[in-house]
């Protein structure tokens, strides 16, 4: 199991998605519609239309998410890898000798482990 801090991030949505989300109730009601797919429809009309402040602030909001997001991203790369242990349950030095070949990314956890440990 994966730590918390260890699991990547959702993408952050962006700007007409962030519009469309705030918008959605306010299109139901005004328009009187429910099928999703006019709500987008509606939303997509509108958003082709909306003033430019507008379309900067859901632009801006998205950039600022999107740093947020790739400086986490950073983190979790340049961190420690962790030893996936169900993965270790599935390699056996047997399958060196059997001709199977692990990948790289499963050899490396193991290898910084064993170095770890000397």
Known sequence: MKAKSDIKPKRPINAFFRYKRDMREVIAK????????????LCATLWENEHPDVKLHYAKETEREFSRYRSHILKLESAPKSIDLAALQHFHIDDLTTGFTPRLEQCEPILDFISGQC
Request: aromatic residues 8%; positive net charge; proline residues 0%.
């Open 30 to 41: 005004k328009y009187n519609v429910q099928k999703n797919s006019e709500i987008a429809s």
